[in-house]
Nanobody, 114 residues
Framework: VQLQASGGGLVQPGGSLRLSCAAG????????MAWYRQAPGKQRELVAR???????DYADSVKGRFTISRDNPKNAVSLQMSSLKPEDTAVYYC?????????WGQGTQVTVSS
């Protein structure tokens, strides 16, 4: 399984970013996929996930601002982030979960700062 995340960067508060995770070795369309993040000095936390059945859920802190979606032709999962806040600053990781195993991408840095 290969997960390649991209799209991070520096953005001002209130701005938007779109993260993408290209997958190899799995079919995103039938997989449980998620985005996590880890801020300095904090534990990694779940941001958003989409199940193989298409159900989505989000951390309370990002509800209404972030949207997770699958791009099946590209075999990728994306995270559209809007109304970004400084507290969204973290390394964001793509995740694939299957049969008790977690697979991680390399992470992409998102920094929200003026």
């Amino acid at each position: 399984v290969q997960l390649q995340a991209s799209g991070g960067g520096l953005v001002q508060p209130g701005g938007s970013l779109r993260l993408s995770c290209a997958a190899g070795g799995i079919l995103v369309s039938i997989s449980d996929m998620a985005w996590y993040r880890q801020a300095p000095g904090k534990q990694r936390e779940l941001v958003a996930r989409v199940t193989s059945a298409g159900n989505r859920d989000y951390a309370d802190s990002v509800k209404g601002r972030f949207t997770i979606s699958r791009d099946n032709p590209k075999n990728a999962v994306s995270l559209q982030m809007s109304s970004l806040k400084p507290e969204d600053t973290a390394v964001y990781y793509c995740n694939y979960y299957s049969r008790g195993n977690n697979y991680w991408g390399q992470g992409t840095q998102v920094t929200v700062s003026s």
